[in-house]
């Protein structure tokens, strides 16, 4: 199964990001692992140096920006 | 959402610029408290859509070299996009809010709730992949009808 970790540490971008890839994932129909992470060590912890951050299976795909639906969408597919 | 920036993520945001059309109806006005609220998230920063309308020269130049140009307009008449293509921006987005299931008129009222919406589909790149939608009738909608009669 897929995993996404939204990580930011509550801003609005960061809240931005989740609900686009909750509405990138509804309109795939596909069932994934969506996390949330807030923490600042275990945001560090992944690497991400700039928040808001989209992480799927273990890899940063974006950073430091609020990806959209559509780009989201495109990074799930591939 | 209302609440602004409290971190100073988002570095690598893109620079947008935001041109909301401003019109005097309701859906005029929402595009004006979406650009404000946008530009408060830090999504980008809302152009006067005014100014560039006298062709401001620094205005456009500024516009013509954005990453992002995103079009707020009211109704199918498009006025804010008409005055960007006309000095030669091309829209990244262009959100109708007509579109988006407002009605255009005759209320002026909106709610915090439609700016919000507003917000949300320029955050999710709405305008960015949206199809023409069908064609509900013959009129422009500048009667105020928002596109729905004949």
Known sequence: MTKIEVLGTGCTKCKRLFANTEQ???????????VKIEKLDLIA???????????????????????DVKEIKALLTE | M???PTC???????KRFIIPCAGQAN??????SAAIQLTEEGFGKTICVALLATGNEGLVEKLK?????????GCK??????IAEGHGITPTQNLVMTDLGFVKGPSRS????????????????????SEPEEEKGNCSGSCGCGGSCD
């Open chain 1, 24 to 34: 990138a994932v509804k309109e795939l129909n596909i069932t994934v692992e969506l």
């Open chain 1, 45 to 67: 912890e992944r690497g991400v140096m700039m928040t808001p951050a989209l992480i799927i299976n273990n890899e940063i795909v974006a950073e430091g920006r609020v990806a």
């Open chain 2, 2 to 4: 209302t609440e602004k």
């Open chain 2, 8 to 14: 100073s993520c988002g570095q690598n945001e893109k």
């Open chain 2, 27 to 32: 859906t005029g006005q929402i595009t004006n």
């Open chain 2, 65 to 73: 070299t954005a990453e992002e140009v995103v079009v707020l307009d």
């Open chain 2, 77 to 82: 008449m498009k006025c804010a996009a008409k």
């Open chain 2, 110 to 129: 909106y709610t915090d709730d439609d700016v919000e919406k507003v917000a949300a589909a320029c955050w999710m790149g709405r305008g960015r992949e």
